[in-house]
């Protein structure tokens, strides 16, 4: 069946069903929303012609708003909790509907028994029943909860599984048994799911797939408008819980100097202490509100948490300049609280690296805040520049449901790479030598899998310099890690291609495989398919990266990828 791009939302906040705190913030958003995702269907429907999209029969479970997960969430949407993971949902249950897709959305165990026919009281029995969906998105909590209660159909349809899993999850961290081995267990990790099945909310390593949410978009008018009532002397601060303000009072004593202080920080029915007497506290805004304070505001000020959150692209949207503190040393779960036990060695370099990174100046400000008078230098230089509300395309509505089209479409986990037909000799090599020789291009005539997504012509690989990780080395060259590139490059003759002089060559279990070691002249390939990484680094390894165009301002999808 076909999937038809769906105007009218009233459906969908029927199916998100009501009571918990969550779904009545999500549903207020999805609502509030409607205009903006109705427009950008349109626009898509235009940009995608008479493109056949197949209609897809999908389960939403939101595991982490399920009682049996102890939902810790909803009681704290309205005391300054994060909201984060609410926006996100929300957006995804937006996107599958506005596609067209067939949709069911549970939030509690007994509901996710009997949409997948599980009989009450039979959760554990070694049954296999034919899943009436194709996709089920969920969380790390659904996903135990699946594999609880779904007996052996779990492992037959875990390809059709999507984990919408904030910070990430690579490769050395799902694959249980190297993980078991090499100390990279944790509690969420080892499903040995196939790395891109994780989606996050920022695109922070390609071993995973980019998920993202949306933040409201201005029109032309809006946006002059918007420029023409800043108040150039006032800032916001990042932090709707007033433990985000302890210890903050030097930064905000420099501040009061330059501009008027706001905040929206919950509170019962004191001003909190944390928040000294001159700031000017709404108390948490509902949504809404937030933004019409981000429109007058000038300022938003970070003091490095909430990690990686919507908030401060909401506010460079709404024209505000972000400032926030570099990290240095980067915080990672191998030295802060926060990201410990979580399945990712990411560093993070600053409170919010995609907007360090993807966005920067004149928008973002990156400091370092134990040096005050970078700091106050800042503070009096965004006081004099303008700048216009910015939103990267990726987190438009029509940028998501591009994404996630693209996704649906394209992405089979499910399909297992065939074995070779009888007599068949390996295929003819697929590389030319571009006049660079650590660069290697696919060339448009090779013999590629028909259908292959990314296709494969998108290839460009490169040897990384030793210590660096395919993600950087990659970016160096303008480029973007496409992991699923990895099996063309597993090879001695990509090696030989790409002249690296091997003395020998061996395959193993090593995330950081194929690679090159300069002492001995040692030729690594990757052994486990699982395994294939664009996140790591080792002084040891020159790695071999296999790298793609993208589209600007979508990272996710290639130049060809639509
Ligand atoms: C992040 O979660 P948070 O909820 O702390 O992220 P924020 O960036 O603060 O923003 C979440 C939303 O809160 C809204 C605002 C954002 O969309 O419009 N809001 C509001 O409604 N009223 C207000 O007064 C102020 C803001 C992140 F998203 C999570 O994934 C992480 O778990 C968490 C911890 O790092 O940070």
Redesign the pocket.
Known sequence: VQAVFRSNLSHLLELMGSGKESLIFMKKRTKRLTAQWTLAAQRLARKLGSIWRDQKQILVHIGFLTEESGDVFSPRVLKG?????M??WADILATLYVLGHGLRITVSLKELQSNLGVPPGRGNCPLTMPLPFDLIYTDYHGLQQMKQHMGLSFKKYRCRIRVID??GTEPAYNHEEYATLHGYRTNWGYWNLNPKQFMT?FPHTPDNSFMGFVSEELNETEKQLIKGSKASNMAVV???EASIWKGKEKFLGILNKYMEIHG?VYYESQRPPEVPAFVKN?G????P???QLLRKAKLFIGFG????????L?AIANGCVFLQSRFSPPHSSLNHE?FRGKPTSREVFSQHPYAENFIGKPHVWTVDYNNSEEFEAAIKAIMRTQVDPYLPYEYTCEGMLERIHAYIQHQDFCAAPGPAPPGARAPLSPFVLAPNATHLEWTQNASSAPGAWPPAHSLRAWLATAGRACTDACLDHGLVCEPSFFPFLNSQDAFQKLQVPCDSTESEMNHLYPAFAQPGRECFLQKEPLLFSCAGSSTKYHRLCPCRDFRKGQVALCQDCL
Do not use: D, S
């Open positions: 909790g994060p909201l984060g993971e926006v996100q904030t910070f909310m990042y932090g709707k929206t709404h948490l805004l509902p949504q509100e937030f933004q948490f909430p990690y990686e959150g919507p908030a401060p909401e926060f």
